[in-house]
């Protein structure tokens, strides 16, 4: 089952702050987020493990509550180059190895104007 | 830098035809994967490879089979492609630090 992202959409002006959530009904091990931007090739921003700290890509960080089966993306002081579609890719538990396997979201689309 | 390359951006084929879509990586990664994305669905899983000649289904694989006779190639076929099957597909191999490498996408419009 994929996970929900939250909002679908979210419209910025250079300099103002946004938050993308990811909500999964399933135990997670890591959350993955991606970001895509228009005619590209999705691209790695980072990953959250169980048990694992906060990370950052620049002004975009992210958290991961594990009871909760949760993720946030945060983006700071946002930059005309952060606008694209954001996912979220889950990994779960499957009892040996994963091999790297993730659900996605359904993506959240970010536009920032100046 | 890693590389995943696709055969073609944009691809348009007839109802019934068999379609080959292929990806090649230059990492000598274990893992490659074939996404599907449509507006609205994200990306999701067709089917994935986790060494030569071993496959599995990933969360959508009717109508699609795969290949992987060489490491660095992974082949998405369709056999008898059909108009919901149109959609931007994507391959994608696994790195070091279990991120994913993605191609460019494949565009194919079946008429």
């Known amino acids: 089952q994929q996970p929900v992202q939250s909002p679908q959409a979210v419209i910025l002006r250079e300099g103002e702050d946004a938050v993308i959530n990811c909500s999964s009904s399933k135990a997670l091990y890591s959350v993955h987020w991606y970001r895509q931007k228009h005619g590209e090739a999705p691209v790695f921003l980072m990953i959250l493990l169980k048990g694992g700290e906060q990370m950052r890509h620049e002004k975009i960080s992210a958290s991961f509550n594990e009871k909760k089966q949760q993720s946030s993306l945060y983006l700071t002081a946002s930059q005309l180059s952060y606008s694209g579609t954001y996912f979220c890719g889950t990994e779960g538990y499957a009892g040996g190895t994963s091999y790297g396997k993730l659900t996605f979201g359904q993506g959240t689309i970010l536009t920032v104007h100046p | 830098d890693v590389k995943v390359t696709q055969s073609s951006r944009y691809l348009v084929k007839r109802t019934g035809e068999k379609v080959f879509l292929e990806c090649v990586q230059d990492m000598d990664h274990e893992n490659m994967f074939w996404y599907r994305q449509d507006p609205g669905l994200g990306l999701r899983l067709i089917y994935f490879?986790?060494?030569?000649?071993?496959?599995e289904k990933g969360d959508i694989p009717e109508g699609y089979s795969v290949s992987r006779e060489k490491k660095e190639r992974f082949s998405l076929i369709l056999e008898s492609a059909s108009t919901n099957q149109t959609s931007m597909y994507l391959c994608a191999s696994l790195g070091g630090v279990r991120e994913q490498f993605f191609g460019p996408g494949t565009r194919l419009t079946v008429l």
């Open positions: 490879s986790y060494d030569v000649k071993m496959k």
